[in-house]
């Protein structure tokens, strides 16, 4: 170190700062401490179901930015974005409320992107290849975020899918580019986050990030009040305004203000200030700020920058000169206030659900007469397009007034009309009944057991398809069957000569759990059913077992409909061994529809229990031996979902 004789402790640091480039040390150990326990976080909800299997990571739980949107697609819609729930928009309306009141802290403590950003910028900053951008091309360069805001927020309350997951550079990474997101936007945002953060100072937080334009709207907060009350004051007294139009307006007025430094004086409540009677100019302040903003030329910073990092407080040379809100105190309460706000958050969130979709399909006065059937359990609700099609299945049921939905819990609500419905119908209208051939009966076994048996915690496809696994693995059952009762019924079928005790069968379908595996990872999925009487053991034939079993398949086409029973005749072929084909049979049924005379295709049992094929056909239009002979063709030509034509091998041989 180079020491000038005779001068201060003072005009030695600031020598070394201004004239060997040295850079001035911050001793504002919160924010790194909060900035790494994020990261933290992040790295340890990754690694967990690598020891946890039934942990399902959920990268986007408490992101502010999600809630946001899924509040205003609730408010709007009556929907909410998939997989948002309670918890992101509790955390949502706290990040708004806490951009009024101190500022952007999600910004300057939370956010990894932001926090890799910086870091990345210090790098650029040791290899000395990094430029602020100022002028003209800074502030053209601004205008970015809030376009990007404008598009997602309006293409996220229309669809009601959160549309930054398509170029989220947080979320591709988190989830290892999942399905939601196009590979394509979010490699160039990766890209942008990396390279343009290495060589210009917050590249993606001062330029690119919907986040942040929304937070900077949040911060002119006489500016967002007025837009919103001016939007709600307007619908009130009947004008048909679209969202569209102060979602615009929100969006260029921010960015105007952005540009004129037009904010108001009172918000958000905190803000760094500066005693310029103790100040000694010494332009630390601005050499620290990461946004770089020029704290030491300012009286009070009202910057829409400023995150309230207090970075430059913690490089202050003269005590008690730049402060939050003149209080030498006060520069630990944005660290204080972001921990606390995170976990009231979390908290609140936790106290309630707030329902996916809640559609009323009727006026006021239908409705105020609506009573409610709650079902909990219903594992295929868990999302928005999952709760859609539950409504759609319920809309055409004479009496269901209404649906709403809460996928964290799998619960569904039904509003219905008492004088058409009761409780007891609409749960038999919510269960689906099944049946599968769980394993092929082997040659000799000439008897089956049917066990019965009722079962409790039994609601949904999901649990068919958890109990076929169960039974598949710890059992020899060849089928199963449920039926609806309450508790729901479940017909269990073993082979003739398979012994195991009541008891036995108790334990397994009583099993506490179920591990499978889904592409080649292992998942263990919580099971709850309780067998509710005791089981009852039948034998019977194997040809009886066969016809339980029996599912047709059935396929109408060529205008099946609109041909009288008169025109039409039908033609019956043994299946024989074309029975092995089975899992082929769309190919057959695709060629025979290429003979426009063919409208249908369709297997039964006849009274034998011996499967039959059945081909109907418009006389008129084709004959006897024409089908005979497309469905013996030698190659068979089959329709792709593109239109294009395929060809394979007819493998299978009907007998006339
Ligand atoms: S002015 Fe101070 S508090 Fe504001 S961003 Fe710059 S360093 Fe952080
Ligand atoms: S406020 Fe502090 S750091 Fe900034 S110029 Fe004045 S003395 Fe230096």
């Known amino acids: 170190m180079i020491s000038l004789k005779g001068e201060t402790k003072t005009d030695q640091i600031l020598f070394e700062y201004h004239f060997m480039s040295k850079k001035p040390k911050s001793t504002n150990w919160p924010r790194p401490v909060t900035q790494w326990g994020v990261i933290f976080a992040i790295v340890l909800i990754a690694l967990i179901p690598k020891f946890n299997n039934n942990f399902v990571p959920d990268f986007e739980a408490y992101c502010p930015f999600g809630g946001i949107q899924a509040l205003g697609s609730y408010l709007l819609n009556q929907a909410l974005s998939c997989t948002m729930t309670s918890a992101q928009i509790a955390m ?33 900053d040791k290899l000395n290849v990094n430029i602020t951008i100022k002028g003209v091309a800074d502030k053209v360069l601004r205008s970015l975020k809030y376009i990007l805001l404008f598009i997602t927020v309006l293409f996220t309350f229309q669809s009601n899918e959160l549309f930054c997951k398509k170029f989220d550079p947080y979320y591709a990474i988190t989830t290892g580019f999942s399905i939601d997101v196009v590979v394509l936007y979010a490699a160039i945002a990766i890209v942008l986050v990396i390279l343009g953060s290495v060589f210009i100072r917050l590249f993606w937080c001062k330029y690119i990030c919907p986040l942040g334009a929304i937070s900077n709207i949040f911060k002119f907060t006489g500016f967002f009040l007025i837009v919103l ?13 679209h969202y569209t139009w102060p979602l615009a307006i929100a969006c260029i007025g921010g960015y105007a ?33 990461p946004q770089a903003i020029d704290v030491a030329s300012l009286k009070e ?47 609140i969130g936790s106290l309630w659900e707030l329902p996916t979709i809640d559609q009323h399909w009727y006026g006021k006065e239908v409705m105020a007469k609506a009573e409610i059937f709650t079902q909990s359990g219903l594992k295929n609700v868990k999302c928005y397009g999952s709760s859609m099609a539950f409504a759609a299945k319920m809309r055409p049921v004479s009496g269901v007034l209404g649906v709403a939905t809460y996928v964290k819990t799998h619960k569904v609500k039904i509003y219905f009309d008492p004088q058409k419905l009761t409780s007891a119908r609409i749960q038999e209208m919510l269960f689906t009944p099944s049946k599968a051939i769980l394993k092929s009966l082997k040659q000799g076994v000439g008897e089956v057991k049917e066990v019965t048996v009722y079962l409790d915690n039994f ?43 009541e008891s036995d069968l108790i334990s397994v379908l009583e099993s506490k759990t179920l591990s499978f595996m889904v592409a080649e990872h292992e998942k263990t999925v919580e099971l709850g059913y309780k067998v509710s009487k005791a089981p009852v053991f039948k ?31 039908a033609l019956k072929f043994p299946m024989g061994k074309n029975k092995e084909n089975r899992a082929k049979l769309n190919y057959l049924v695709s060629h025979l529809s290429n003979n426009g005379g063919i409208i249908e295709f369709r297997t039964l049992l006849n009274e034998k229990n011996e499967e039959l094929v059945a081909i109907s056909y418009v006389d008129s239009l084709t004959n006897a031996q024409s089908v005979f002979q497309t469905l013996n063709n030698d190659t068979l030509i089959f329709n792709n979902r593109d239109g294009s034509k395929g060809r394979m091998e007819n493998i299978f041989r009907f007998e006339e």
Do not use: H
């Not at 009350?229 to 305004?241: D, V």
């Not at 076929?468 to 060849?478: N, P």
């Open 459 to 501: 609601f949904d496809p999901f649990d068919f398809s958890y109990l076929t696994r169960l039974l598949t693995d710890r059992t020899a059952a060849v089928g199963l069957v449920t039926e609806y009762a309450c508790p729901v019924l479940v017909k269990i079928y073993l082979p003739g000569n398979y012994d195991i005790s």
């Open 257 to 289: 203000i952005e540009l004129t430094g037009f904010a108001t004086k009172t918000f958000p409540l905190l803000k760094i200030t500066r005693n310029e009677n103790s100040c000694i100019d010494c332009q630390l302040c601005s050499l620290k700020c």
């Open 539 to 569: 034998t019977i034939s194997k040809d009886e077992y066969s016809n339980i079993l029996f599912r047709p398949y059935v396929a109408q086409f060529n205008g099946f409909t609109k041909y009288d029973s008169s025109a039409v005749k």
């Open 229 to 241: 009350a001016g939007y709600i004051l307007l619908i009130k007294i009947g004008l048909n305004i």
């Open 92 to 124: 949502g309306i706290i990040m708004m409320l806490a951009v009024f009141v101190f500022s952007k802290l999600f910004c300057a403590y939370i956010c990894p992107v932001g926090t890799i950003s910086e870091w990345l910028f210090i790098l650029g």
């Open 301 to 347: 910073v009202r910057d829409a920058d400023c995150n309230l990092c207090v970075e430059c407080i913690s490089v202050c040379l003269v005590k008690d000169t730049l402060q939050v809100n003149n209080r030498t105190s006060y520069r630990w309460i944005p660290a204080i206030a972001t921990v606390t706000l995170v976990v009231v958050g979390i908290f």
